[in-house]
C-alpha cells in the first residue's frame, strides 16, 4: 500500500458526459500528479500539482482539469468525454524539498470506461 | 525532444533465469532515473531508482546502473521467479522537473 487513495477504482459512462477522479496524496506529500495510461499512448504525464499551484503540465486535453485543495487532495475533472478517454488514471504524490529529488508513490488508479 | 526507449516485450523467461531489459534515455542535463513495476491489476510501485551518473540502484535481487556515456540503464537480475511476473517500466525526471516520462513498459513473464 503506497499510502495514495483513488476514487472510484472504477468508472463507466457514456459520450459527452463529465467525470471526477479524486485522489489523496501520501500524509505530508505536497505535490501530486496525474498520469494517463492507455494501449496505444502508453503512460503519459498529465499534470502536476504543489501545495495547490499549477506546478508543471503534459499532455492534458482542454476537456481536462484538475486542481488541487487546501487539505491537499486532487481532483482530475475530464468533460465532453470520448471513447478515446478510456483509459486508466492513476495519482501520484511527492515530497518535494528545493531541489532535491524524490520518488513518487503511485495510487491503484481509476479505470475509466467511455461507452 | 526527451524520450526513454525500453526493449519491447513481451518477454517469457523459465524461473531462476537471468533477466535483462534494456532501457535508453534522451534527456538533456543529469535526470534521475527510476525503474518502476506493475502487477497485474494493481498500481505501479517504484522498484529501484539512480540519480546520478554511475549510481548503482538496486532491490529485491534487482540492480540498473546510470550509465550516462550510454545514456542507458538496463535492468538485470540473476535468477527470476514467477512472482517477478509483471510489466516493467523504464522512466526519469529531468533536472528541474520532477514530472516522469516512461518507457512503453516490458512485460515479463516467468514460467515455472
Known amino acids: 500500500d503506497s499510502g495514495v487513495t483513488q476514487t472510484p477504482k472504477h468508472l463507466i459512462t457514456a459520450t459527452g458526459q463529465r467525470v471526477t477522479l479524486r485522489c489523496s496524496p501520501r500524509?505530508?506529500?505536497?505535490?501530486v500528479y496525474w498520469y494517463q495510461q492507455s494501449l496505444d499512448q502508453g503512460l503519459q504525464f498529465l499534470i502536476q500539482y504543489y501545495n495547490g499551484e499549477e506546478r508543471a503540465k503534459g499532455n492534458i486535453l482542454e476537456r481536462f482539469s484538475a486542481q488541487q485543495f487546501p487539505d491537499l487532495h486532487s481532483e482530475l475533472n475530464l468533460s465532453s468525454l470520448e471513447l478515446g478517454d478510456s483509459a486508466l488514471y492513476f495519482c501520484a504524490s511527492s515530497v518535494e524539498l528545493g531541489s532535491l529529488t524524490y520518488e513518487q508513490y503511485f495510487g491503484p488508479g481509476t479505470r475509466l470506461t467511455v461507452t | 525532444g526527451d524520450s526513454v526507449t525500453q526493449m519491447e516485450g513481451p518477454v517469457t523467461l523459465s524461473e531462476e533465469a537471468f533477466l535483462t531489459i534494456n532501457c535508453t534515455y534522451t534527456?538533456?542535463?543529469?535526470?534521475?532515473l527510476f525503474w518502476y513495476v506493475q502487477y497485474p491489476g494493481e498500481g505501479l510501485q517504484l522498484l529501484l531508482k539512480a540519480t546520478k551518473a554511475d549510481d548503482k540502484g538496486s532491490n529485491k535481487g534487482f540492480e540498473a546502473t546510470y550509465r550516462k556515456e550510454t545514456t542507458s540503464f538496463h535492468l538485470e537480475k540473476g535468477s527470476v521467479q514467477v512472482s517477478d511476473s509483471a510489466v516493467y517500466f523504464c522512466a526519469y525526471s529531468g533536472a528541474g522537473s520532477y514530472q516522469l516520462t516512461f518507457g512503453k513498459g516490458t512485460k515479463l513473464s516467468v514460467i515455472p
Open positions: 534527456a538533456t542535463g543529469y535526470p534521475s
Open positions: 500524509s505530508g506529500d505536497l505535490s
